[in-house]
């Protein structure tokens, strides 16, 4: 299975008709926040596959105008022929302009996520919008990671954790890092590919959760 992951900043060859010439053949497209609703339609118009999204700090703008044809996964646990997705958006809190949330309220969001994934058969992929705390965040509070995430990826092992938030482009920031459990964690900025090996993919009852597309 091949997924694009964007976020943060758009990339106008994203929005081009050479774009599905360039990619190849993809399965999925992931938002992990701060992209206008209008690009991700554009997207998800010319690759005609699902995507599926969680919210980023500044995208207030979801409340009137969501991405249209795309998926929300703000909040939930779903699947994708086969492959068991978590989404949780938003950044640590620091403004009430922001969609954010303390580590607390993020652990409890997590925690509730995490017991049905335990239940239903385990996780292969989480998507988030900020990263896991000591894996690609920085000091400040803006774009510190949540604690909650390392703890549950230790946990649930997901084959991926895909993110945003922290761009590439703030200075030394590794694009791609693997937690001591095992879990690949790759910064989305921009856009970026990852293939998953069907192989890879646990046989469970997709009934158990919604299904997207």
């Not at 992209?35 to 599926?52: C, D």
């Not at 703008?61 to 969501?66: I, R, S």
Request: glycine share 10%.
């Amino acid at each position: 299975m091949r997924i694009l992951a964007v976020s943060d900043e758009e990339e106008p060859w994203l929005t081009s008709r050479s774009c599905r010439e360039r990619l190849g053949d993809i399965d999925l497209v992931v938002s992990c926040g701060d992209l206008p609703a209008r690009y991700l339609e554009h997207i998800e118009t010319l690759l005609n596959v699902p995507l599926a999204y969680v919210w980023g700090n500044h995208d207030a703008g979801y409340l009137e105008h969501p991405p249209q044809g795309c998926v929300s996964i703000e909040g939930r646990l779903c699947d994708f022929r086969g492959l068991r997705i978590m989404g949780l958006g938003g950044s640590m809190r620091y403004s009430d302009r922001s969609f954010g949330f303390t580590e607390q309220q993020m652990r409890l969001r997590i925690g509730k996520l995490a017991l049905l994934a335990r239940a239903t058969g385990g996780l292969d992929l989480l998507v988030t919008h900020a990263p896991a705390r000591g894996y690609g965040d920085l000091e400040d509070l803006p774009h510190r990671g949540f604690e909650s995430f390392s703890y549950y990826v230790d946990k649930l092992r997901p084959l991926y954790m895909l993110h945003g938030h922290v761009h590439l482009n703030y200075g030394r920031i590794a694009r791609a890092r693997t937690h001591p459990c095992g879990t690949r964690i790759v910064n989305a900025f921009g856009s970026q590919v990852i293939e998953i090996p069907d192989g890879d993919l646990r046989e469970r009852e997709p009934f158990l959760v919604p299904s997207i597309g």
